[in-house]
């Protein structure tokens, strides 16, 4: 029996050239929208709903009485409650409560996708990594690894992640696909010392000029938050 086809998709401006319809596709955008998502759904939030608009936020926010939350470039927007750092929702806040979240890269990347005729959509961090990869294996279909990327251009944070997975599951997929090659020897090459390898990021130094080193840490930091999020009518709930 032949395997499931697995890709990584380096940036959002791939995506038309690939056959997504029989796809489960992991949106993957380490810092920081994916790694905020598996925290809040970890901490018990019943649901969040990703929006690409702040607009939209702002109006499904008092919709269904929910958090606001989101960025635009690394800062809080004006006018919701919440920024996208993963450590601002704890059990106390996010407890059977709705998040609306709307971010730079990944809920773009996710609408792009479910507009494409995703199969499946899930979203995928190094908090969430055991949960992502144990889905892939058992849900037998091809995967696309979609890299967020940032503002379209390539990022390590996130093709550090795809190879965290491909490692994992390889012998599961039929991979002949360049940039899955080259995600899973980056992160075979800097697994031990990731937490060192990532300061030299581009979006590590623009982050961290805000503060934000501890979030960025905990963004690669395996199965903290281990639940899958999956994207079910217009939500993301846990799988």
């Not at 929208?33 to 939030?45: F, P, W």
């Not at 889905?135 to 890299?147: D, E, F, P, S, Y």
């Not at 696909?177 to 060192?196: F, G, I, N, V």
């Amino acid at each position: 029996m032949s395997k499931p086809v697995l890709h990584t998709l380096l940036s959002p401006r791939l995506l038309d050239i690939y056959d997504i319809s029989n796809s489960i596709v992991v949106v993957i955008d380490v810092f920081r929208a994916t790694s905020t998502i598996a925290t809040a759904l970890y901490n018990g939030a019943a649901r969040v709903i990703p929006v690409d608009t702040v607009e939209k936020c702002i109006e499904i926010g008092n919709k269904v009485h929910g958090i606001t939350a989101g960025e635009r470039d690394g800062k809080v927007i004006e006018g919701l409650a919440h920024g996208n750092s993963p450590a601002e929702y704890p059990r106390s806040l996010v407890g059977g409560k709705t998040l609306v979240l709307t971010t730079t890269n990944g809920t773009r990347l996710l609408h792009m996708a479910l507009n494409n005729g995703a199969a499946e959509v899930i979203t995928g961090s190094f908090p969430n990594l055991s949960a992502v990869c144990k889905h892939l294996v058992t849900g037998n279909k091809n995967v696309i690894l979609g890299c967020s990327a940032w503002k379209d251009r390539f990022n390590l944070e996130d093709t550090l992640f795809a190879g965290a997975v491909i490692d994992r599951i390889k012998e599961h997929f039929t991979i002949h696909c360049d940039s899955s090659l080259m995600a899973e020897q980056m992160y075979q090459l800097h697994k031990e010392d990731m937490k060192k390898f990532i300061r030299t990021t581009t979006h590590w130094h623009r982050l961290a000029s805000y503060g934000l080193e501890s979030d960025l840490e905990y963004c690669v930091t395996e199965d903290v938050a281990d639940v899958l999020p999956v994207y079910k009518n217009g939500d993301l709930v846990r799988g």
